[in-house]
């Protein structure tokens, strides 16, 4: 073999190589750090009017829900985030299911390192809500006690934590 074929070979051999570095590279920062890198400037400027959105539905289900039950069970219309990144922030309860998560596709997008895509999901049955985990890496805890992958019913005022957020219902 002569030597320009084996210098062609050995430069070669080590493109390949870097290119699997920066493979391994790129896999463990998307690994680490997800799509927030990109999607956070779309979702500061579609967050901002959402709280403003919020105040007026949570008017609307006052006056239906006392009609369809009894005045003496109290049933949550809000959700009330407690502490974290979006402390104070309040969404309405006017769906049968709420998704928690890093998605995009959640309905409630909590963007920290500790919550995973699709974390959990708040679902109405009956009268009462109740929330299941969605096999999530760090879990997700009511009143201190971790949830399993079976519907957990919560009353009102329980802090229930994902992630780093902690919320609660509300009437």
Request: hydrophobic letters at 45%.
């Amino acid at each position: 073999m002569s030597e320009l074929i084996l210098l062609l070979l050995r430069v070669g051999f080590l493109i390949l190589m870097w290119f699997f570095v920066f493979g391994v590279v790129y896999s463990l920062r998307a690994d680490l750090f997800g799509v927030r890198v990109r999607k956070l400037p779309a979702e500061a400027t579609a967050g901002a009017p959402a709280p403003a959105p919020t105040a007026a539905p949570a008017a609307k289900p006052s006056p239906s829900r006392p009609s369809s039950g009894p005045a003496t069970v109290a049933t949550a219309r809000r959700l009330v985030i407690t502490s974290g990144p979006k402390a104070g922030l309040e969404l309405p309860l006017s769906a049968d299911s709420l998704t928690i998560g890093r998605s995009s596709e959640s309905a409630l997008v909590i963007r920290d390192d500790y919550t995973s895509s699709h974390h959990a999901r708040l679902m109405l049955r009956g009268d009462s809500w109740a929330i299941q985990d969605l096999d999530s890496t760090n879990g997700t805890f009511v009143a201190g006690q971790r949830v399993g992958s079976s519907p957990v019913t919560l009353s009102l005022g329980t802090p229930i934590k994902v992630g780093a957020t902690t919320f609660e219902l509300r009437a």
